[in-house]
């Protein structure tokens, strides 16, 4: 039996479709006052609990073979970012240490700025407090001695993605930073299958991006060009003004990191490798924002 945790959130819901297509008997760990997903699948068992609190998943472990930990918060806050991912990773990998293996979704983030390419053997140096959440989970993990797979997906985008919702919401107005900074996503797909791969095979830590970097100013232009708007290219230092006055300056700091990695390892080790068309899934998932 498989648990999953953070199944009901945005990479969730896609990972559950496709295990559910599998075939798998998941165990799937849900907050109170969290809504389950609609299933139509008996394999399904849900577990009522809150992976901040160890005390409210106890038994949550019984004939788990496999652990998928995806509870996270991708937040600016400190706090918050401590409790989803350090201390639910603390609480679960103390239940599950029985467990044959785990896949853990941790993030990119965990380098900081890049210069380069960078691959798994790179030094973190996170540069905000979720990328220093998820380097304290992974060495949780590490200690912990289960045989794991850590995932470290780059910013992922497709429908339903919160973090691209709030980001379009900011850029409807037209304007776009003039930033040489590139970056690099990865579609939620191509990340759910690699949770998949993982359930399978793999230790040690992988990389999941798109091949190559893109500029972040052609993102931007093309989100407002979708959007029905001809992208008005302001210099970055107006754009932090705003964004300041807005209250949303650090979003836009973090969104504007450079960022850029090497995939080598998934693709020789795990046999993975993004399928899905960046202008063909990105044009979906704008048109679902503008459906809102
Ligand atoms: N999206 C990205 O770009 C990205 C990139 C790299 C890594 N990741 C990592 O991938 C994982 C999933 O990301 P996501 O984008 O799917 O995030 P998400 O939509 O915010 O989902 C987070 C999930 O964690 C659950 N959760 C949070 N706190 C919990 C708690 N105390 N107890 C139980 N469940 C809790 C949420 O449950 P509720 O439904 O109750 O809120 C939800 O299922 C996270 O660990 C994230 O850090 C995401």
Known sequence: ????????????????DDMIKKGYDIRLLVRNGSRPPELNSKKIEIFYGDATKI????????????????VGAISLNPEENFL?????????????????????????????????????????????????????????????????????????????SPWWKYGMSLLKFGFVPDTDSVTQVVHVKDVSRALCIGVKKGRGIFNLADPEPMGLKEIFSLI???????????????????????????????????RSFSIEKAEKKLKWRPECDFNTEFRKMVDWYKSM
């Open 224 to 258: 407002v060009t979708l959007m029905g708007k001809k992208p008005m290219v302001v210099p970055t230092w107006l754009v932090m003004l705003a964004s300041a006055l807005m209250n949303k300056r650090q979003y836009f700091e973090v969104a504007m990191t450079n």
């Open 1 to 16: 039996m498989i648990l999953i945790t953070g199944g009901t959130g945005f990479i969730g819901k896609y990972l559950l």
């Open 55 to 70: 005390d409210s998943m106890k038994g949550i472990e019984k004939d788990i073979d496999v652990l998928v930990h995806m």
């Open 84 to 160: 989803a991912n350090t201390t639910a990773t603390k609480n679960i990998v103390k239940l599950c240490k029985e467990v044959d293996r785990m896949v853990y979704t941790s993030s990119a983030d965990v380098y900081g700025p890049t210069k380069g390419k960078v691959d798994e053997s790179s030094s973190p140096h996170p540069n905000n407090p979720y990328g220093k959440s998820k380097i304290d989970a992974e060495k949780i993990i590490f200690v912990s001695g289960i045989p794991a797979i850590i995932f470290r997906p780059t910013i992922v985008y497709g429908i339903g």
